[in-house]
């Protein structure tokens, strides 16, 4: 499989055309089949987004995707296949409206290859948590993808597609990037519309961006970014280039916080580490360490915010506004809603709905959610205290250990959500992060995070590409 500049500038050259793109990815689609990480495709559909491609080439005009295949994860909405965010309550449903990344993928001759299972509701960090069960990781169909995004992280990974789309609430992207091998970039909040990427944490948040490599996902997070009329958060900030030059990293210094290196973070992914910070300094660039002090409290924080507000956004999903409609025996509004909810809600999205309920609640408001607001705030002035004191980038572990086993977690719910712990926070600041592969430990991917100021994505995926072409990603680390 190719990468996005290549296949769009064979198709727009002539050399191929969509329709020959879209037949291959159908048979890759088809060959990925065991891994699970598609809800929606079909070859009809790739057959007629190709026609369109084609069609718009023959018009003229540039278009920086052309025919490149992209995966949407299963909360994105589109009018031509359902949307069902991995959820009994909204089998089948299909939107009435496309979301803005979808318009702008298209306009630049994109073609939707298909929709990603997911975590329902985005909600998981494993993709265990799907109504049709779960994603396999390509590298180990033993262990996780991750998640919630992990559909997506699997087909980058699997070679079916170049890019793929993902969304961020509290790691969702970077995480399964790390666990599958693959690069993923969550955009600062507010660079690209979440127009039609159905609420979890409307805060929190982000549609996101995975890549086989740093110029594949640059060039998508380019189209997809930019002010929304119909989004009210989105910034008016320029997207980034859709190539960003290699940077030199002479002067540049990266911090390395403390609180992300514990003692018990696994040694495969501490060594690293430590050999990506030698590399960054063979490239000139220097290393610092620095303190973020409140990041024992991100994780508690999260999951006091995230839920807060899943609870408020999924109070649609009631059988009356949305989801199939279930009359318990009772034969009121409360059994209806009682049935409805309890039948079409998995385990881990109704825990979430009784946690924010229970936060937002008469009496305990102040005591958590009020709470955690401040403490959301803390947070973010840790990180920019840190770089107004003449940090560029902070440079971290991704996760705390490789892909874990499929089942190793799920009957701890605290276990699984301390998966997300050097990625949540970065949510909670609203800032940019990418996951870069920088070794293996036998055989399972590890991603060191870089994290940026605001809206420096740019600068943040050049820093990226210069030590993606001076690291082997593949290399045993020890």
């Known amino acids: 499989m190719s990468g996005v500049a290549f296949i769009a500038d064979a198709v727009g050259r002539g050399k191929t055309t969509a329709a020959v793109v879209a037949r291959e990815v159908g048979a890759r689609l088809e060959q990925a089949a065991p891994l699970n990480a598609t809800l929606h495709w079909s070859q009809a559909a790739l057959n007629h987004e190709a026609a369109r491609v084609d069609a718009l080439r023959q018009g003229g005009g540039a278009l920086p995707l052309a025919g490149v295949p992209i995966a949407l994860k299963d909360n994105i909405v589109t009018t031509d296949q359902p949307t069902t965010c991995a959820s009994r309550i909204l089998e089948g449903y299909v939107s009435p409206f496309d979301a803005t990344v979808v318009h702008r993928l298209r306009a630049a001759g994109a073609i939707i290859a298909a929709k990603t299972n997911l975590d329902e509701f985005a909600m998981g960090s494993s993709t265990e948590h799907s109504a049709w069960g779960r994603v396999l990781n390509p590298l180990d169909h033993s262990r996780v993808p991750g998640g919630s995004s992990g559909g997506s992280a699997a087909l980058v990974a699997a070679g079916v597609v170049p890019a793929a789309l993902g969304s961020e609430t509290g790691g969702s992207v970077r995480q399964p990037a790390s666990f599958c091998g693959v690069v993923g970039v969550k955009p600062t909040y507010g660079r690209v519309s979440r127009y039609g990427l159905v609420a979890f944490g409307s ?17 998508v997070l380019a189209v997809i970014s930019g002010a929304d009329r119909f989004d ?49 300094q063979q490239l000139g660039g220097s290393i610092k360490e620095v303190s973020l002090p409140h990041t024992r409290y991100a994780v508690p924080t999260y999951y006091i915010v995230a839920p807060a507000e899943a609870a408020a956004n999924l109070a649609r999903f009631d059988g009356v506004r949305y989801g199939p409609r279930y009359v318990g025996p009772e034969g009121d509004v409360r059994a209806l809603y009682r049935a409805t909810r309890g039948k079409g809600f998995g385990a881990e999205v109704q825990r979430r709905i009784l946690i924010g309920t229970y936060v937002l609640s008469s009496g305990y408001y102040d005591a958590y959610y009020r709470k955690a607001q401040q403490v959301r705030a803390l947070l973010a002035d840790d990180f920019r205290r840190v770089f107004d004191g003449g940090v560029d980038y902070l ?84």
């Open 203 to 219: 805060s929190l948040d982000q549609i996101s961006v995975f890549g086989q490599t740093v110029g594949d996902a640059a060039r």
């Open 395 to 478: 440079l971290t572990p991704t996760t705390p250990t490789p892909a874990f086993k499929a089942g190793a977690k799920t009957a701890d719910p605290v276990a699984m959500y301390l998966a997300d712990i050097f990625t949540c926070s970065i949510n909670l600041a609203a800032l940019p992060a990418l996951s870069l592969p920088v070794g293996r430990s036998e055989g399972l991917p590890i991603g060191a995070q870089l994290v940026g100021p605001m809206f420096s994505e740019g600068p943040m995926l050049a820093v990226a590409g210069t030590l993606e072409a001076a690291l082997d990603a593949k290399r045993e680390v020890r």
């Open 232 to 280: 009210a958060t989105s910034a008016s900030e320029p997207p980034p280039a859709l190539e960003p030059a290699r940077r030199n990293l002479t002067g540049l210094t990266f911090g390395m916080p403390r609180e992300y290196f514990p003692a018990d973070l696994d040694g495969s992914v501490r060594a690293a580490l430590d050999h990506t910070a030698h590399v960054i």
